[in-house]
């Protein structure tokens, strides 16, 4: 069974410019979490999705957006990028609420 | 979430055991004990879960205090491969959702 993946494993973006970063749960699982890593602040939860719904939101600001499609992928939002916004998103799908599966991140780098 | 506390860091010697401690002073008793791991460059793994009662699986144990405000992880035969930083996190049940809340967790360094 695959694994959860997320495209792109890197990016480099400016200051201002938006990004959007993809995750493909493990096939079955309809819940999909998104985390923002740092050095600082460390693993932080930005929101959940379950069956197309927001079911639960972090405490980031509303630049960072998210949805899930149908099939359950989901793509999460940054909008006018700041430097702190570089970081290691992960994104987790689990099939019950025990077990969360981690794909490898998408390592964001601001400039 | 209620808080869990954690030692930064600790090393042991491959081949033998390791006893992961965490306190959880300000747990309810609907809260269930979590612990994920995460191996350099990659993203956090399960290892397991329980609610009152010792847990095993085939990556470690769970011992879980009498009055549940404290737990240990064990890993019985470290291997070079176990050296992550391991994290212990309390989830409120199925209310709270797949959401999960990460605290500085503990270094682990396994010595050959």
């Known amino acids: 069974k695959a694994g959860v993946t997320q495209t792109p494993r890197y990016l480099i973006k400016t200051r201002g410019q938006q990004v959007t970063l993809s995750c493909s749960p493990i096939?079955?699982?309809?819940?999909v979490s998104w985390y923002q890593q740092t050095p600082g602040q460390g693993l932080q939860f930005l929101f959940e999705?379950?069956?197309?719904?927001?079911?639960n939101k972090g405490n980031f600001p509303g630049r960072f957006s998210g949805r899930q499609f149908s099939n359950s992928r989901s793509e999460m939002n940054v909008s006018t990028l700041e430097l702190g916004d570089s970081a290691l998103y992960l994104c987790a799908s689990g099939l019950s609420y025990n077990e969360q599966f981690f794909g490898p991140g998408t390592r964001l780098t601001v400039l | 979430d209620a808080k869990t506390t954690q030692p930064n860091s600790m090393e042991s010697n491959e081949e033998e055991p390791v006893h992961l401690p965490c306190n959880h002073s300000?747990?309810?008793?609907?809260?269930?004990i979590h612990w994920y791991r995460q191996l350099p460059s990659q993203g956090p793994e399960y290892v397991i879960h329980?609610?009152?009662s010792n847990v095993n699986n085939r990556m470690a144990s769970l011992a879980i205090a009498e009055d549940r405000k404290s737990s240990t992880l064990i890993l019985h035969r470290a291997t070079l491969r176990d050296a992550a930083v391991y994290y212990c996190?309390?989830?409120?049940?199925?209310?709270?959702?797949?959401?999960?809340?990460f605290g500085e967790g503990t270094q682990l360094t396994v010595n050959p």
């Open positions: 300000t747990i309810s008793g609907t809260d269930y």
């Open positions: 329980g609610l009152t």
């Open positions: 996190i309390l989830r409120g049940g199925e209310t709270s959702g797949s959401r999960l809340t």
């Open positions: 999705y379950f069956s197309e719904t927001q079911r």
């Open positions: 096939s079955g699982h309809r819940s």
